[in-house]
């Protein structure tokens, strides 16, 4: 009994400690103090705003796909243990329709946004915006959607009209 009375009351001694304690850690910082952080702030419209300078060709960047790319989607991007980007346009609405970069998305701007956050999926980030611009360069032109050399940079990648562009639309009114 008289061990667990005196259990009890260091224990309630301990309170005013406890509470003056946060629960936790105080860990991170505030979101609106990352948006200066350019890692945090990589979203690129359709309309290609937030794409940064730098430009890029098709033979430029066959060399860089082959170097970071090609072992998991294929020499020329048609897939390997990793999808195909290119080929299959002009697929979607037949008996085997298949979803590629280059067939499926609509705006030529994701391809860099989605490298760049995302690709070689052991290294993102790792690559320059000259090189991303080059790989954009280097998949749209298997394709022929763009000229093979066409330098792509922050005013031409948005002109670029993917072959799906129209292919989407709105569950929502405007
Ligand atoms: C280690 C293997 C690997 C390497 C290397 C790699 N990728 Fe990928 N990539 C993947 C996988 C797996 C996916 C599918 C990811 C998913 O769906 O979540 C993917 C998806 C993609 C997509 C989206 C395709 C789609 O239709 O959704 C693009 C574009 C892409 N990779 C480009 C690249 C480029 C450019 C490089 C070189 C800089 C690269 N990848 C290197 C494995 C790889």
Redesign the pocket.
């Given at each position: 009994m008289f061990t667990r009375i005196s259990l009890t009351m260091v224990l309630l001694s301990l309170l005013p400690a406890l509470a003056a304690q946060p629960l936790y850690q105080p860990l991170g910082q505030p979101a609106s103090d990352l948006s200066d952080k350019p890692e945090w702030n990589l979203t690129i419209s359709p309309d290609g705003q937030g794409l940064p300078a730098g430009s890029g060709t098709a033979s430029q960047g066959k060399h860089?796909?082959e170097q970071?790319?090609a072992?998991?989607?294929g020499f020329g991007a048609i897939g390997g243990?990793?999808?195909p980007?290119v080929g299959e346009v002009g697929s979607l609405a037949s008996e085997y329709p298949e979803?590629?970069?280059n067939s499926?998305w609509p705006f030529a701007t994701t391809?860099f946004d989605?490298?760049r956050r995302s690709?070689?999926?052991?290294a993102p980030f790792s690559?320059n915006s000259n090189e991303i611009y080059a790989?954009c360069a280097y998949?749209l032109s298997q394709d022929g959607i763009i000229e093979a050399d066409v330098e792509l940079n922050a005013v031409t990648l948005p002109q670029v009209t993917m072959p799906n562009r129209n292919g989407f639309s709105a569950t929502y009114p405007q």
């Open positions: 860089i796909f970071h790319c072992a998991c989607h243990s990793a999808m980007l979803k590629t970069v499926y391809l989605y490298i690709m070689p999926p052991s690559l790989l998949i």
